[in-house]
């Protein structure tokens, strides 16, 4: 069986080889059957309860450069209109505090918490298995989300009322209809503004989420905190972005120290 894994790695004149994570599921459903023909008295032994699927590769995550960021939340707002505002407010709370996308489409209004002067806002996520947790919000955030609500979100509100429909509670996000934003609208708001940005790379709201922690560990941030903010149950998780961090040290140096390159 070790020698089975080993020809799918390695492939053949037949047989192209495999990643690592299709040689997982190849040995999974191998393993899978052979179970089965125990179990059921087709076979008296497992030759494959030994051999455990390869270790999928680590996938770096992608975050975008800071330009690209900023070019996307200002493509977003450009319009001024009242969408337009809420497409700028949503962005900026998933850069500023690296929400997941289900995280920021199920905001509250009543989960914001500005403080007494205005300037140490929070506000509080709710994570996977319903884990709460309350992260800072920076001042671009606060001020764009600021904006939607005083110019943008009533304008969404009246569109239930004028409809006679139920209203979407205390929801933050609200979509043209009045009704709450859907995980699926909100990637389309980034998607668009990124065309709008001339952006090219892939993006997707777990980008944004990728940036944020890159680029507070680029900015020294402990991996801890970085931990924290982002409501990963262990470091571990989090620690795949030191290794963003480290390639992006290795391409600082490799470019701008005199002796690193012949």
Not at 30 to 53: I, M, Y
Not at 108 to 121: K, T
Not at 137 to 165: C, F, H, I, M, Q
Not at 232 to 256: I, M, P
Request: hydrophobic share 45%.
């Amino acid at each position: 069986m070790s020698g089975f894994l080993m020809r799918l790695r390695e492939g053949d004149a037949e047989h192209p080889p495999l990643s690592s994570t299709s040689a997982a599921r190849t040995v999974v459903a191998v393993r899978g059957f052979h179970k089965f023909a125990v179990r059921d008295g087709l076979a008296t032994a497992d030759p494959a309860s030994a051999v455990k699927p390869p270790a999928p590769a680590k996938r770096l995550p992608k975050a975008l450069p800071l330009s690209d960021v900023e070019a996307i939340l200002e493509a977003a707002g450009a319009a001024g209109t009242t969408l337009a505002l809420r497409d700028r407010a949503l962005l900026e709370v998933l850069y500023g505090t690296g929400a997941r996308i289900s995280e920021a489409v199920g905001l509250d209004v009543d989960d914001l918490d500005w403080g007494a002067s205005g300037v140490d806002g929070t506000v509080l996520l709710r994570g996977k298995g319903s884990k709460e947790r309350i992260v800072p919000v920076g001042s671009y955030a606060r001020e764009a989300v600021d904006a939607y609500l005083v110019r943008g979100r009533p304008e969404l509100v009246s569109a239930v009322s004028n409809t006679g429909k139920l209203g979407p509670g205390g929801a933050l996000f609200l979509n043209a209809r009045g009704g709450r934003l859907s995980r699926q609208s909100a990637w389309a708001v980034l998607v668009k503004a990124a065309e709008k940005a001339g952006v090219t790379r892939d993006v997707s709201p777990h980008t944004l989420r990728h940036s944020f922690a890159t680029h507070l560990l680029d900015g020294g941030a402990d991996v801890r905190v970085v931990q924290e903010l982002l409501g990963h149950a262990s470091v571990t998780t989090t620690q795949v972005y030191t290794l963003v961090t480290v390639d992006n040290l290795r391409e600082v140096f490799a470019t701008a120290h005199p002796r690193a390159r012949e």
